[in-house]
């Protein structure tokens, strides 16, 4: 006859198997349906001035997915950097349309009017691209949570970040990777 102390380490023993076992399918029937729980942390609160001189903050943006950039001032000086904006204006077309998305591009400058040139040349719907600055400070601390490295002042990386409607980060995707980025507009519409 068993033991009360055996019949006990048994029911422990089995309700932690089927926790864990109940844990692990759920993971992965979410991985292949989606994300998952796969997280990167959430976007710091941040009161930021876009391309038209408007006062914008993380709220702007809840209940719509976004994809985040990092890109430098002097963008118009260097090929990687356009590269980056050219694939994210490419990723702008295919989403504008979508009242529950955005792009999101922090720029490395305080001066917004510097910044038109490189606006301009890009066909931004400006309710759909929002170009973010702000204390050079401020922004990179921003970049630098968002994108989990730290970045010089004046610079920019080529890795775009997801964020989904909650403000969670999703994913990271190298903009100079075509593969990437299409793995990035499948995982929008996932999203959506």
């Not at 490419?90 to 922090?106: A, E, G, N, W």
């Not at 001066?111 to 973010?132: A, E, G, P, R, Y």
């Not at 999703?170 to 929008?188: C, F, N, P, S, T």
Request: hydrophobic share 40%; net charge neutral; with cysteine.
């Amino acid at each position: 006859m068993m033991s009360k102390i055996n019949k006990d380490i048994i029911f422990w023993f089995g309700l932690i198997f089927l926790g864990i076992f109940t844990g692990v399918t759920l993971m992965f029937r979410d991985v292949y349906q989606g994300f998952g729980s796969v997280t990167f942390g959430a976007v710091p609160d941040f009161t930021l001035t876009d391309q038209l001189g408007n006062s914008v903050t993380q709220d702007d943006f809840s209940n719509q997915v976004w994809v985040g950039s990092y890109i430098s001032t002097n963008c118009k000086n260097d090929k990687s950097c356009k590269d980056l904006l050219e694939m994210t204006a490419s990723i702008h077309q295919q989403i504008k349309d979508d009242p529950k998305t955005r792009m999101v591009s922090l720029i490395s400058h305080a001066d917004i009017f510097s910044n038109k040139s490189i606006i301009s040349t890009l066909n931004v719907q400006h309710d759909h691209w929002k170009f973010l600055n702000g204390d050079p400070q401020l922004i990179n601390i921003l970049a630098t949570r968002c994108l989990q490295k730290k970045l010089p002042i004046g610079g920019y990386d080529t890795r775009l970040f997801l964020v989904d409607q909650n403000g969670i980060i999703r994913g990271y995707y190298q903009a100079d990777r075509l593969e990437e980025v299409k793995k990035l507009v499948k995982d929008i519409k996932t999203l959506v």
